[in-house]
């Protein structure tokens, strides 16, 4: 027998949101549940937070379970930045363009991916008032972090980019589409690198997490340099940080690139225009 429509609308007036973060192990060390669930409290939002690990192959999976069980909206973390673009629905001009997605947007069955990185990276370099513009890059990594980081400082006017990985074929394929410079991670040691402004947009800060990454970076020559942007945070002993502070350059990591995407996601998914400094002090508890 069907519910009487004013019963279904009272439901729907006191539903709880879900909103969700999809990863693999890494989600539990992720800083996004605590910010999100601060946040979420302060505007008197009924909502919660919640992290999802999912194994490599079910991602496809994962993404129709955001319709079965009608959450709100999803961040989206590595490994799946790019793997989930086969099984959204539609996607912003910007998420189109970088061909990776951080944020999804759950609306009558409908998968909507964004990408709120790209913008998070721009706002922390002006916090930091580094101005790019007419300056060189140098990007480590492949992945849908590094794709966010490669459009941004293209669109704020980088004289040159550089992007370096492990994998010839995925480096030179990143930078042909972007329009820039492909590099192996092998050839940086010991070659001055001439760059600005180097992002870490691998997932790896830390030597316990790669020796050989870590090798790699204790030889590069960052004479020049300005800024040494980590995307990570929360380690303790940080490879890129020792390669900052051995070179006199200053260094930040991605805890403020985190806030400012946060709050840009805040608003896909309620409406609600949050003060950035609601987030900052989250990441402060």
């Not at 979420?40 to 939002?45: A, E, K, M, S, V």
């Not at 937070?49 to 496809?60: A, K, L, Q, R, S």
């Not at 316990?208 to 990454?213: A, F, I």
Request: glycine fraction near 10%; charged fraction near 20%.
């Amino acid at each position: 027998m069907n519910q009487p429509s004013g019963i279904l609308d009272v439901t729907y007036a006191f539903q709880k949101k879900v909103f969700c973060i999809i990863s693999d192990q890494r989600v539990f060390r992720s800083r996004a549940p605590a910010i999100f669930t601060t946040v979420l409290g302060r505007t008197g939002i009924n909502g919660a937070y919640v992290p999802f690990m999912v194994e490599d192959g079910n991602i496809g999976k994962a993404l129709e379970s955001l319709r079965v069980l009608n959450i709100a909206g999803a961040n989206i973390s590595s490994p799946f930045k790019e793997k989930v673009l086969p099984y959204l629905d539609v996607l912003s001009e910007g998420a189109n363009i970088i061909g990776a997605v951080n944020t999804i947007v759950c609306k009558g069955g409908q998968l909507k991916g964004y990408n709120t990185n790209a913008i998070g990276v721009m706002d922390a370099l002006n916090e930091v008032k580094f101005d790019i513009a007419g300056k060189k890059a140098l990007v480590i990594g492949t992945g849908g972090s590094a794709r966010a980081v490669v459009f941004i400082l293209n669109w704020l006017r980088a004289e040159s980019v550089v992007v370096a990985g492990r994998d010839n074929e995925k480096t030179c394929r990143l930078a042909g589409h972007f329009s820039c410079i492909p590099r192996m991670l092998k050839d940086l040691p010991g070659v001055p690198l001439n760059a600005d402004l180097i992002i870490n947009a691998t997932s790896i800060s830390g030597r316990d997490e790669s020796s050989d990454l870590a090798g790699i970076v204790s030889s590069m020559m960052s004479n020049g340099c300005q800024l040494v942007f980590d995307l990570n945070y929360g380690h303790r002993e940080n490879i890129w940080q020792s390669l900052a502070e051995k070179s006199g350059i200053r260094f930040m990591d991605g805890l403020s690139a985190l806030a400012y995407q946060a709050r840009r996601t805040f608003l896909l998914w309620t409406g609600q225009n949050v003060p950035q400094e609601e987030f900052l002090k989250a990441l402060e508890e």
